[in-house]
């Protein structure tokens, strides 16, 4: 049997970055409250930070002596959320494995149903859809698969050929800037930046 030590109550903290303002709750361990508002700032982070701050002062705690009584933190934001519902969102390029190339077309997700029923929620073009993030031209293929087990069976390869490497400049829009390339589910994976060719 596995067991899980659970942590000694302490203070519970949240926040939730708007637009406009960061909100933030604290809850001491005795089950008493407060809520703080700080402005959002635009690196998000140093608006939390502040709202922080005010929250360690209400309580008559410095912030490092608050912190290190937190033992349950909550973050929410609207942020990403409104820019996808605006998009207002940075130029974006997704490397996947090939044959995945249109999954975001395909986006075979429960959304979009409000209003449908029985039948019609099977039926894909009854669906609300909206653009992908990433547009067709800025998704590229590679050779590379893992099993079911986690096994790299077809590695993938360090180089793109020079083709592909042209393709996200070609489409448009700040092809200056290099895309961020990420593998956090394979250990092996790496991370990197490539720059497209100018």
Known sequence: MITTPVPEAGW???????????????RSPAGESWV??????????????NAVHLAAASVGLSTRELCGQVTRFGHGT????NALLT?????TGLITTRGFGDVLEIGRLRRGTAGLQGLELG???LRGRTAPLVPRALVVEVDERVDAWGKVRTPPRRRLG??????PARSGGGGGRGLPVVGNREP????G???PRR
């Open 87 to 91: 998009g207002r969102t940075g130029r």
């Open 162 to 167: 020079p083709n592909r490497r042209r393709e």
């Open 188 to 191: 092996g994976a790496r991370t």
């Open 123 to 125: 039926d894909y073009a």
């Open 36 to 49: 703080c508002k700080s402005p959002t700032t635009p690196d998000i982070v140093t608006g939390v930070v």
């Open 193 to 195: 930046r490539r720059q």
């Open 78 to 81: 609207t942020v990403g959320l």
């Open 12 to 26: 519970t903290l949240g926040t939730d970055v708007g637009g406009t303002f960061t909100d933030l709750w604290l």
